[in-house]
């Protein structure tokens, strides 16, 4: 586009001519009545183009369908430009020849076989508008020079490529687009059910325009620089091998596959270790938000070799949240699994925030309140127990139906996507005791037993008419005791991992990047920060030694109270039983190992001899 | 063996010839003295025969430690046969050749080239101690019938195989051959480790002298009757796998292979399918008893196909305990690793009653009770809940060093052999709350971690001076209500499994063979019996409600005590967390489906249209 004489038809030709796709000189499309009112002087009006540009862009269309093509047309206003890339504007590249009314008067003068006379050219000055979405080409330029320059803008290849358009696909295109990444996008092509997924996504959002949309793989791999850097965003499991086997012909060595989904960390580790053979790099990491988190600025918490992090350091951390003191809520985690382990934790912790919001909701009906005056409470708490998690349940509480509370419309069956499932798993085979994340987990299943559940109640007959005496305080203050202890297992099964694996994680890091972005942030994870880097041990801070001594008497009470009358809080419950036995000196634990080298001989040590030797009795 | 002129010499030299080893006849080692008075008519006194018996010992000695050998000696008297198999007596095969006076009398008559006039032949009779320990042949027969009635004899295969001498492999052994069962053992050797471990086993118990013993693969799996039976006692995991590997090449179509380990059921459903393409039998079964049980009677639940367990049924039936009506607690379990999934959970459950015992013994000592007055409280408990663990723990009590009980020089950290980490893994693969088992696991890891604990002590400063104000009968239906909720959630296990796994499994028949031979066993267990004939579900049963409804006011009263005071009672305070989940119609899980809708869009179904349909809302 440019005025008239800018050079539109040469550079349009030229330019087809290198990127083998036909020119259109918009001239040519001209109906014969414009041609005639131009010769004779007179400049067209609005009306005279309309039918010209629909014409335009009707062929711009037919040309879309199979190669593209360039259009060359003066296209001064924006509504001509409107007009021209009509429903097709995410697909349409716009190259201004730029040039000065000098500039082009004395080209003009130079021709004879051009149908507008010189005398128009200050009413298309007068009515240009110059683009702002365009690129800008100086006509001072040499035709080569101007064709390699928009070549070059063009077709510059992506930073940054994202596999996997699904909920959190996307979100992440958005906001790496939203952060000025030149990315490319895939999705895979499934007759009937996902057709342009790629294409129609970047049609949908304005930040998209510079992104390329793909659903061939290979197209899609070599559109990036190298070394390449892809995220996959797809199903956790068996896909995420499928995809790695489908992409592997295409990379190049030291090209960065980055899995952001909740994969299995042991998996991630086999998957390290196969694809570091093949001099590809692999990051595993995690990515806690949710949809909105993804799009606004997400925790991250990749794994893998150092240096491969350093490559896409830049691209993570500038699209994810940022903390208190505007530093990006990503670090590198470190080797192998171990971002995939602390999201899997990171899940876990999250199971028991919920399930302890949860029992405090049902608490707190028990003694009496209704759900807004739940709510009300909860709202209270944010000023000394606040979370994200907390923020939610009031928008929960608050939420109706005309004139009933939504969250009583819900069936009450939890469902789980496995990371509980793991972390459960993983803490009985590193042989550490995360009673509440399994405790959580466990009441997830219970509340899957809902047709028994009504039979029990049925049959044993079970009424909680009862109201249960305790106050807000030792409500709230029981709920802060637990929340401690969930914490604190959380971070003891990330440190003992840690031993285990000999990874050297850095736990006040680790609660750095959860302080926002992420499902668990909280007031309770940024006073962690500071915790973690004088004590891998929670429990043995001051001020939160302090807090457990007040709040414990609060949360005798209410569990003890909601034992007495038939009230359901494993959680709660466990976090005190959790509590007394690890700060049991001396705990019937010895009964156990008597009772295992009676039946099974399995001996045993003794305190007298500082647990050096193994003994066996003859106990009968 | 034999009076002369039976044919010992005959006989002897043919059965060498036969066998291919040396003939060695006896009376060829008599000294000069013994020749010339018997030839003189007077018969040989014991003091004669002394040195002649030990020399033919030595002998023997000789050629055992070479391939062994046959020896015609007349050995008329036991305490001649023992001089004779002097440490050697269960590598002795005694054959008595066995005629009439009259018989003999006719053969001495016809020959003349032996020393012995006739006229000793009465005396001979007179000495002669028939033996009962040796093969009788009638020397009527001819020679060559004789022969090959003797190799028969001797040479009969084994009816069982026994690979892995242990603790329990020896065990098991003794048991067998207490049943008469003609057995092959075998034993890998190690050069300076294991070396003649079969073979000195053997020597050890009499009960053993017609067993074969082996350290050759090779010769052990020769030696048993086809389709061969072979238990493996060896250690669970790899091992299992390599010595499938070093039995295979030896091993016929249709041979049985018995893993009697504690092997994990997905790998024994794995080694079942490999094992069944190569044509093999596989047989998964748990084994519980401990080294007592094992040699006595265990409680053996095998797997795998029903075909292959006619096979094996008459040995493991025969050495199984026997239920209250004398049947054997040993049953077709069902296919594939159903046999080691049910000995997983038989352990979860093992380790949830242990963690009661040891929790109510920590309780009553806070009660204010020493460690005799808790032994006579439990001594009385046996009447009405009485158990295989309340015994022991009774003995352990009581049981001193000096003026010490030794339980209390036992160091508190509990071990594991990781079954109960199994079934925890295996329910929340499942989906099945079973809480009280991962409870009992993480109390033994909480148990682990002595050194914080202390510290935790000191820096909490908690001192639990303050008695718990419950009563004994309080503690025992405290301790029962666990109880039965730990069998509730172990069956329910196996229930959930069978159907996940199309296992059918019949809950009646495993608590039946539970109720004897296992560590589990119980008066519990006898009940259910009866009630899984009705229902899969305990709590649902009459009686067993009953006993809910009566001990929960006691379980809610101990719980809260301790929880009032210190005490940590992670089995019994998760017994009625337990309850009330499964007993609460109405959830709050409908606030965790709200919260997982809200941050995840996750969704949730509704309970006002059946939840048929899945619903998201937009709660900000």
């Known amino acids: 586009m440019g005025v008239s004489g800018c050079g539109k038809s040469t550079v349009g030709k030229l330019l087809a001519q290198e990127l083998e796709i036909p020119f259109i000189d918009g001239d040519d499309y001209h109906p014969e009545a414009n041609i005639k009112k131009m010769a004779s002087g007179q400049a067209l009006n609005d009306a005279d183009r309309k039918g010209w540009l629909e014409t335009l862009n009707d062929l711009a269309k037919q040309q879309l369908s199979k190669e593209g093509c360039v259009i060359a047309c003066s296209a001064l206003k924006q509504k001509y430009r409107d007009t021209l890339s009509q429903s097709i504007a995410h697909q349409v590249e716009w190259i201004y020849l730029s040039g000065t009314i000098a500039q082009i008067f004395e080209r003009l003068k130079s021709r ?118 892809i995220m996959l965003m797809v199903n956790a499991g068996k896909t995420i091998d499928f995809v790695i086997e489908d992409l592997l012909p295409h990379l190049s060595k030291n090209d960065i596959l980055i899995d952001g989904g909740n994969s299995n960390y042991l998996k991630t580790k086999e998957r390290f270790d196969y694809l570091k053979d093949k001099g590809i790099h692999f990051i595993g990491t995690g990515v806690s938000g949710g949809e909105e988190g993804a799009l606004k600025g997400p925790s991250i918490m990749p794994s893998g070799a150092a240096e491969a992090y350093e490559d896409v350091k830049p691209f993570l951390e500038t699209i994810a949240a940022k903390d208190q003191n505007g530093l990006p809520c990503c670090t590198y985690v470190g080797t192998e699994g171990s971002g995939h382990f602390i999201k899997m934790v990171h899940n876990g912790i999250e199971y028991v925030e ?99 559940r009504v039979a029990n109640n049925e049959h044993f007959r079970i009424t909680t008419d009862t109201t249960i005496d305790i106050t807000i305080n030792e409500m709230l203050e029981g709920y802060q005791f637990a ?51 004088n004590t891998t041990n929670i429990i043995m801070d001051e001020n939160f030694a302090a807090a457990i001594k007040a709040y414990k008497p609060s949360v005798k009470k209410v569990v003890s109270q909601c034992i007495l009358n038939d009230v359901s809080v494993p959680c709660l419950g466990e976090s005190i039983q959790f509590f007394n036995g690890i700060t049991t000196a001396n705990s019937s634990a010895n009964m156990i190992q008597a009772q295992r080298d009676y039946f099974g001989a399995h001996t045993y040590k003794r305190i007298d001899d500082y647990g050096v030797k193994s003994h066996h009795t003859n106990w009968k």
Chains 1, 2 share one sequence.
């Not at 004879?112 to 240009?128: A, E, I, K, R, Y």
């Not at 100086?138 to 077709?155: F, Q």
């Not at 496995?418 to 959580?440: C, D, F, K």
């Not at 003992?496 to 990874?503: C, G």
């Open 483 to 533: 929340r401690i202890m969930n914490h604190y297992q959380g971070f003891k099964l990330i440190s003992e991992a840690s031993k285990s694996f000999n990874w050297d994680l850095n736990l006040s890091e680790i609660a750095r990047i959860w302080t926002n972005g992420c499902i668990i942030r909280s007031t309770l994870m940024e006073d962690l920060v500071t915790v973690f880097k």
């Open 354 to 452: 919920m399930q302890l919001l949860a029992e405090v909701c049902s608490v707190l009906k028990h003694a009496g309140k209704n759900l807004d005056e739940i709510a009300d409470i909860l709202e209270t708490w944010k000023e000394t127990a606040n979370s994200y998690l907390l923020e939610i349940t009031v928008d929960i509480l608050r939420k109706k139906e005309g004139d009933h509370y939504l969250v009583n419309q819900i069936l009450d069956k939890a469902g789980n996507k496995g990371t509980g499932n793991w972390t459960t798993i993983a803490s009985t085979q590193l042989g550490v005791p995360s009673t509440l994340i399994a405790t959580a987990l466990f009441a997830r299943y219970t509340s899957f037993y809902k047709d028994e």
């Open 112 to 229: 004879s076989d051009h149908f507008m006379p010189s005398t128009l050219l200050q009413s298309q000055f007068d009515t240009l508008e110059v683009p702002n979405k365009a690129l800008h080409i100086d006509i001072g330029l040499s035709p080569e020079i101007i064709i390699k320059t928009i070549k070059n803008k063009l077709m510059i290849p992506s930073d940054f490529g994202l596999f996997g358009l699904g909920v959190m696909g996307k979100s992440l295109c958005r906001n790496l687009a939203n952060n000025g990444f030149k990315i490319s996008m895939f999705n895979r092509h499934v007759d009937g059910v996902e057709e342009q997924v790629a294409v129609n996504f970047k049609a949908q959002f304005s930040e998209l325009s510079t992104a390329a949309a793909f659903d061939d793989i290979s197209a899609f791999v070599n559109s990036l620089q190298q070394p390449r850097k």
